[in-house]
């Protein structure tokens, strides 16, 4: 197979009017207390707001407007722990097309509940993501349908979006930070950053209880490693060669903290943002605080990717941290 | 002195330039799941994603616009349990004001940071806000300065865009729930929403623990109430007679809850939405909850005022509800 072409600034900005059809920008607000927690100047883009409390809305919108009217007609088969059915459920919704949705078992009920909400079939099936992954393209085999797997072309496009709110809100931003699952979101990022000013320092960020494309990234070959975070949105198990080989080509580097730091950090956002971040939306700041040298004085961009943390997690994990 | 006259939607239409010079529309969501729980089609208009987390950021925007020259040279005094004096402190910081804030003692300690680090300067004194108030006045007569009352025209007419933007967003909605504090949120919906379309019904709420501004409604006479709700965005003690002369003309209904059903109300949208409301924004969710049978099937907005709690009373509200 040869080489696919990476995808360009064009493709992400050709991605903007499928995606803000259905969808306002999100904010990017300056916080004075994490500044100073950070020593830095500290913004945080608020992709928790969106309808779906998560970034992955806007590649779900842009990929179902990229559709053939044949593929509109079988209908959308994917895999998800839940934000990016989320987001298939909700562009099905919005391009009036049947979305089948494969869980793992033991999924985050509310995120379940939001893709039934939205009138999605949501199918359970497997331990983790990757068995739930093969199961739905199983499916969408069988049925004739179309599989939409984690980092498809148009799913990086539209989430690459949010990119470009943050540089046209903050044009001086010096460094953005990123939760890396999959990888749609930090190639967007990547790319849209590195093509407007090179200078811009990219950095993803991953639960080093999940550092399966962190691993990937360094070695720069495909492995595999343990899964056990918490965090359901940055859980991956295999890495995959399509965002890999974008984020060789961009990312400055990919940064790795300890469950118990995004747990920390899901508290800080709570207190400092009255923000509810989950595990993968408090990724970036649980990074920034282990980083802070390589931040001082700089103009820094968090991604609240997501907010989807389950009550009874939330409940946990401020009994667990009760001095804070 | 002559009565005044009464604010109009053209007051508010008036203002939104001003609010949107500096703010972009608030999300309406619709929820799914709510909406099962509550027989009716449920929405909620998210003021808590305002960047100081709360709808009065507009109103601060609309008064710092409306002022003369001499009364920008001289400063802002206020006082505040925490969102208005976060909106004041934003304002005074887009228009380059002085910004003075007297907050009651024990105030949250959240808000009180959040005005520093907007720049203002805050002040503790007195037991609740009906004290800090009077304070911020002498402070403001004795330093020649303007005091922004909680209930100024502006204020309201500022506030009335998020119902401008609901309306636009769901013209069929038939029901909105504000909770009410001093009243300038549900005044400007109640003006908007009976000036557009006088079937929509508009609802105020309160803790049953501060019913002052109920009482006083009911009553058609100033009436103050014992005040111990847990929610200081509803917090009043003393009644305001500007916010109750428009409330009267234009209110279907003012409802308690109780303090208890204010806690549930917020874990229900933290579970559901995956927002943080305060006290104050989760009010319109447990009205509705006790009076179920009057929106069964209707659209109705819940109005998350503002997203400010503390992680203290988080922690306390999730350890006494265990069982949810």
């Given at each position: 197979m040869p080489d696919q072409a990476m995808p360009t600034l064009h493709d992400i900005v050709s991605a903007r009017p499928h995606v803000s059809r259905f969808l306002t920008p999100t904010p990017l607000y300056h916080y004075a207390t994490l500044s100073e927690l950070l020593g830095a100047q500290v913004w945080v883009?608020?992709?928790?707001?969106q309808p779906i409390g998560a970034f992955k809305v806007r590649g779900g919108l842009n990929l179902a407007a990229s559709l053939s009217l044949a593929e509109r007609q079988t209908g959308l088969f994917t895999a998800s722990t839940g934000n990016h059915g989320q987001s298939i459920a909700f562009a099905a919704r919005a391009f009036d097309l049947d979305a089948t949705i494969v869980v793992p078992q033991g999924a985050n009920p509310g995120k379940v509940a939001a893709m039934r909400g939205l009138g999605a079939q949501v199918i359970f099936h497997g331990s983790d993501f990757d068995v739930a992954r093969e199961w739905a393209m199983n499916m969408a085999g069988e049925r004739g349908g179309h599989f939409v797997g984690p980092t498809d072309e148009p799913l990086i496009h539209g989430v690459g979006t949010y990119a470009l709110e943050i540089l046209e809100a903050l044009?001086?931003?010096q460094a953005i930070i990123v939760p890396v699952g999959a990888g749609s979101g930090v190639c967007g990022t990547s790319i849209v950053a590195k093509s407007i000013n090179p200078r811009i320092e990219v950095f993803g960020a991953q639960s080093a209880q999940a550092p399966a494309m962190q691993r990937s990234w360094q070695a720069g070959e495909l492995l595999t490693a343990p899964m056990n975070t918490f965090a359901e949105g940055i859980a991956t198990r295999v890495p995959f060669a399509n965002t890999q080989r974008i984020m060789r080509r961009y990312l400055d580097d990919f940064l790795l903290v300890n469950d118990e730091a995004i747990e920390e950090a899901i508290l800080l956002l709570l207190q400092h943002t009255h923000n509810l971040a989950e595990g993968a939306g408090a990724v970036p700041l649980a990074a920034a605080l282990k980083h802070k040298e390589r931040l001082a004085g700089k103009n820094v961009v968090l991604v609240?990717?997501?907010?989807?943390?389950s009550i009874e997690r939330l409940r946990q994990i401020l009994a667990k941290h009760s001095s804070k």
């Open positions: 883009k608020h992709e928790n707001h044009p001086d931003v609240l990717s997501g907010g989807n943390l």
